[in-house]
Structures are given as C-alpha cells and as structure tokens.
C-alpha cells in the first residue's frame, strides 16, 4: 500500500556529559565577588607591621570567608524564593569581575605597602621587600584555595545527603533537616568530643613545656631562692617559667658594681601550680616561702602576677632590684600552664583569683608587724598580669590605700581598674594617654615624658600604667565591631598609622589579627614593655639617692627575659 509504509527515524542514543578533569573547578559569581572584597578589607590600614607570611594566612582566610558568606547568601535568597538553582551570571559580569578584581587587588596591595611603610617607618622596622608582595599573594591564593575546598567538600556532602533523603521527604524539608542536623552535630562535636580532645591536648602539651628545664637557669643554691635549700617548695614544682624567674636576676656583684655600693641578694619567692593544690593553697605557700627567706624583713616586697604560663617580664623584676641594690622580696605564683592568649580566654578567672589570693595572703603577714617596722608593698603584673594585679582592689582608691605603688603595663580591656579610669578620664585627654584627676595619683605612660604629664602635683602612692599607642591586646575590645572608638577618632597616637580608619566589623578583625604578632615589634611599640619600666618604677617609688642619670644608666640593661 502506498504511503502505508511508516518511515521512522533514528534516534541517536542520549549522550551523557564527559567527566570533568578532575582539577577543574567551579566558583560561584557572588561568592567570588565578595571573597574580593573580604581580602581586599583585610589589606586596609591597622595597628602593626605583617610579614608576609602572616598577611598571606589573614587574607586567604579572609577571602574564603567572604566567599563562604557569599555562597551561602545566594543559596539563602534562592531557598526563601522557592527556586531550585539560581541563573548563572552572564559571560560579560565575569570578564568585568576579572577587570575589577584584578585592578582593585593591585590597587589595595600598593595601599598596603604605603601604609605598612607608614607603620614600619614609625617603629624603626625595615620595610618590606619588592618580592615580599609576590610572595603574600601566593600565599594568600594557597591558604583561600584549601579553604574554599573545604568549604565545598561540606557543600557536597549536604547535597548528598539531601538527595539521599528526598526519597521520604520533600527537597526543601529535607534541606532543612539535613543543614539542621549538620549543624546540631557539629555543635556537638566542637563542644564535646573537639573540645574536649583538644583541650586535652593543648594541656598535656604545655603541661609538658612546664616540665621543661632550661640548663642556662640551674636550681638555686642560695636558701632566699624558692627551690633552693631549706625551700618549702620544690625546684621541679615551679614550672618552666618560674624555675627562670627564680634563677634569673641581677647577681649581688653586679648590682654592686652600678650601685658602687656593696648590696644585698635579692629575695624571691615562687610557687608553682603543681607545688600545691589549688589557688589559695598555692598562694599562701607563696606567702610563707617570702617569709621563710626574710622577705618581709626587706625594704620593698612587691606582688607580682603573672601571665598563664607563669612568665614575669625580668624587666620589671631587674630594675626593682637595681633601683634598691637587692633590698626587695618579690613574691609569685603560678596559676595556669596555657599560653597568655589561652589563658585569657579559659583561665582568666584564675588570674583573677591568683592576684587577689597572693595579695591578700601577703597584706595579711604585713599587717600583722608593727607599722614602723613594715617593708613597702607594691604590685605589678604585665597584660594578663595587670589584670590579675588589679582585682585585690576593684577601684583605684583601695589600690592607692593599700599598697605603697604600682606598676602595670599593657593593660587588657577586662581590666577593672584602667577600664574606669580611661572611661571616666578628664576632658581633653586622649584614650590612648588618657589623664585622670589631674594625675593626683596614676599617670598613663606611653613614652618617658609622660610620667610629667599633667604638670599639676604628682601625690603618693602612684600608680603607673605603661600602654603604647600600637598595643592591639590593650585598644581589642568587642565593642570595636559596632562602635568606633576614641583612640581612632581622637588625635592619633604617636606609633598609629594616619591612614587607619574604622570600618565595622573590619577593624575588630584587623585588630585581632594585630594581636598575634603584638610582640614581633621593637621595644616601645605594640606589646613590648621593657626599657620604660626603669623610669615607671622610678617614679612610682622615688627610691633614695636614684636619680634620672641612675635611670638612663640603667635602660639598656633591661632585657624581657634574662
């Protein structure tokens, strides 16, 4: 039959996609743009000079936040509009991020090369080398790249389990259950299983660091040494840090030699954290081992707090001595064998009660003597220190009445104390170098000037705060997210990068990036207190026949450890 016969046509079988190489990526358009912007704000001006090394980690991590932040907005939007993919950006938006990206990345690194000249100008730090730039760039890419990867390893494994349970539950249920449960179970595991191992982990390792001995600090053979002869406390229990505190110092022929006069053994007295069982324990065997050596028979005892690890600035020590020729009795103890920065945030109501119980432990031996026959007592303590070597005292007026002086430097913003006196400063007096009743009592001292600043009359007892313009661990403050803060919009200090500007949230980041490399900076600068003490406590104490030559004489001597 013609035209009966039915004529069909081949179809071709359906074609699948070839596989990707397996180096071949994806990145989303807004993600990308706001990963650029992320690692562009994290090149804006801060507090401190960044190595290369560093830069790179802060903006890898930055950008792949901002990406991560980026992806997650676009799938945030699409999930409450209800559609299931997002159309992809064109050709053209690419090609003009391409442009943008690559002019503004090059525009942001010369903006951080004049402003990183700017800092390391002021602090007396070489300037970065024309292959350093290259070398950050680098890094940043690597750090970013692994980041975003990890990123998308988490994204795919979502995807996954969402495909797995769409099988007995709508798409969009099961996207919520599974991102909830992620979430639920990572929550789980970072406060449970995470943190507990890991803090099980960093204990056992600077609880191994504690046990270390250094052969450049033998035991003491002297008896007014803690872990010395007739000691109540032994060598092996004070620590790594407190073994150095207590075999560090001036010997009694140095200190007679800058003196010209024949001096005495400095007393001091130290406890560990595994010398006894808990806090108050611990302090009050502090307080009977500066009795046992004839501490309280000295012309100065001086309390001083440590960091986590145990750790005193020898500069502070040293220069007390110096200043009396060995007449002192400094006093301590351990309270935590973490890190400053660690302890400050898990431990930091140990430092609390560490500097209240060695305090009030010595006061009530001081007491107890007749009052013609009581030694000076003063207090001192550096970043976390300073914090615990405030909270005997809550108000500067129970400081003032109790003790006989004292010397903190780069405060903390927990600190009781410095926070009033800086919140409620007299008119006209910057943040950074603030001036409180005049400086009846307290003056706030970032170079050696300072100390004559106001010119009104400097009354007795003193109490001196050493803070640099550039210390990040003194200005971090969570309210710097929100807020912009008085150091920044009053007249900069004397270190700060003219160019620093507050952005939200940017600066509170930048500062805290600035918090890991506080110490890398000359003395003067950031968190280096050394040189300066000299003249703190020779204001703070006015010892007999010290004069300013005695000061100057004796700076360059100082050293952070000995």
């Not at 989303?28 to 912007?37: E, I, P, R």
């Not at 789980?188 to 250094?214: H, K, Q, Y």
């Not at 919009?489 to 990068?497: A, F, I, M, Q």
């Amino acid at each position: 039959m013609t035209g009966a016969l039915e004529t069909t046509e081949e179809v071709p079988p359906e074609t699948t996609p070839a596989a990707e190489a397996w180096w071949v990526r994806h990145y989303t358009f807004f993600g990308t743009a706001v990963g650029l912007v992320f690692l562009w704000f994290s090149l804006t001006p801060s507090l401190l000079p960044r190595g290369p090394l560093f830069q790179g980690l802060v903006s890898g991590a930055a950008g792949a936040i901002g990406y991560g932040l980026g992806v997650f907005g676009v799938w945030l939007v699409r999930y409450m509009r209800s559609k299931d993919t997002s159309p992809p950006a064109p050709r053209w938006a690419w090609l003009a991020l391409v442009v943008v990206g690559i002019l503004g990345t090059i525009g942001m690194i010369v903006w951080f090369h004049v402003w990183q000249d700017d800092v390391r100008d002021l602090m007396g730090v070489p300037r970065l080398g024309f292959w350093d730039h290259p070398l950050t760039a680098v890094l940043s890419i690597v750090v970013l790249f692994v980041l975003v990867e990890i990123g998308q390893a988490v994204g795919k494994l979502v995807r996954y389990l969402t495909r797995q349970l769409n099988r007995f539950a709508p798409p969009r249920v099961s996207a919520v259950v599974v991102v909830v449960l992620l979430v639920a179970l990572s929550i789980a595991l970072l406060n449970g299983v995470v943190v507990r191992f890991a803090m099980s982990t960093l204990n056992n390792t600077f609880e191994t660091v504690n046990d270390e001995t250094d052969p450049d600090f033998p035991a003491p053979t002297s008896r007014l040494r803690s872990g010395g002869p007739e000691s109540l406390v032994s060598w092996e229990s004070l620590g790594h840090q407190g073994r150095i505190f207590v075999a560090a110092g001036p010997t009694v022929e140095e200190l007679s030699a800058f003196n010209g006069a024949p001096a005495v053994e400095p007393i001091r007295a130290y406890a560990g954290l595994n010398s006894a069982d808990g806090i108050k324990a611990t302090a009050e065997l502090a307080a009977r081992e500066l009795v046992r050596t004839g501490g309280l028979d000295r012309d100065v005892v001086a309390v001083a707090t440590t960091t986590g690890t145990g750790w005193i600035n020898e500069a502070e020590a040293s220069a007390l001595e110096y200043m009396y020729n060995g007449d002192t009795a400094i006093v301590s103890m351990q309270y935590s064998f973490l890190p400053s920065w660690l302890s400050f945030l898990v431990d930091k109501e140990n430092a609390r009660q560490a500097g209240q119980a060695l305090f009030e432990a010595v006061d009530a031996l001081v007491r107890e003597m007749p009052e013609a026959q009581r030694p000076k007592v003063v207090v001192f303590g550096e970043s976390l220190g300073s914090f615990g070597g405030e909270a005997p005292f809550l108000a500067l007026n129970n400081l003032v009445a109790r003790t006989d002086g004292a010397l903190f430097s780069g405060p903390t913003f927990n600190n009781t104390i410095w926070t009033e006196l800086t919140r409620t400063r007299d008119a006209g007096s910057p943040m950074w170098l603030p001036i409180y009743d005049k400086g009846e009592n307290v003056r706030f001292v970032a170079r050696p000037e300072n100390l004559g600043r106001p010119e009104e009359p400097w009354a007795t007892p003193r109490a001196v705060y050493l803070q640099h313009a550039s210390d990040p661990i003194a200005w971090w403050n969570p309210d710097l997210l929100f807020a912009e803060p008085d150091w920044l919009k009053e007249p900069r200090g004397y270190d700060v990068s003219p160019r620093m500007q507050w952005i939200p949230v940017v600066t509170f980041l930048q500062v805290s990036a600035d918090m890991a490399v506080a110490v890398d900076v000359p003395d003067g600068h950031g968190h280096v207190y050394v040189k300066d003490v000299a003249n703190g406590w020779a204001a703070v104490l006015q010892p007999p026949g010290w004069t300013p030559a005695k000061t100057e004489k004796l700076r360059p001597i100082l050293h952070p450890d000995d």
